[in-house]
């Protein structure tokens, strides 16, 4: 047998509108572009030569021969998760979060970026300094407090 050839790919692929850059967000002839997109298509990359690798028709016949038009879903993440849910789409990518109950029935992908918490001020205030941000959270400095600070962190390092 010669090896597998594919038509058009079925995958039913989808990401949010193209307005979450650096993960989705459009390019200036309005394709499709951005971290997520670019995942996809490797991951896509992948799949393709392990399936052209071990000759398999069948699945072939499912992704295609190239990769599938990229769909996009308004709104936010849970509206992803509905499609993927009532069978409309088979794969989605915009950042949804793993929740117990979206692990009932969605399989996910293993985390390809960690974030932390941003803190973020309004723009209308002016730049807080250090100081002021101490201040909020712990108070007007004591001289008594701060002294008993430094001798404690002296004797530490003193006798440590």
């Given at each position: 047998a010669g090896p597998a050839e594919g038509g058009p790919s079925m995958l039913r692929v989808a990401t949010c509108q193209g307005?979450?850059?650096p993960?989705?967000?459009?390019d200036t002839y309005g394709r499709?572009?951005?971290?997520?997109?670019?995942m996809f298509q490797a991951v896509y990359?992948?799949?393709?030569r392990q399936v052209r690798a071990i000759n398999a028709s069948e699945v072939l016949d499912i992704i295609g021969d190239a990769p599938p038009v990229i769909g996009e879903i308004p709104g936010f993440a849970e509206n992803g998760v509905?499609?993927?849910?009532?069978?409309t789409i088979d794969i989605y990518f915009c950042g949804?979060?793993?929740t117990v109950d979206r692990c009932e029935?969605?399989?996910?992908?293993?985390?390809t970026i960690a974030s932390g918490y941003t803190m973020v001020v309004s723009a209308r205030d002016a730049r807080a300094t250090w100081q002021d941000v101490q201040t909020k959270a712990f108070g007007k400095p004591n001289a008594l407090g701060i002294y008993t600070i430094v001798v404690m962190i002296f004797m530490n390092l003193a006798f440590a």
């Open positions: 307005t979450y850059p993960f989705v967000q459009r499709l572009t951005g971290l997520e997109v670019e990359g992948i799949m393709m509905t499609y993927l849910r009532n069978g949804a979060y793993m029935d969605l399989d996910f992908g293993p985390p």
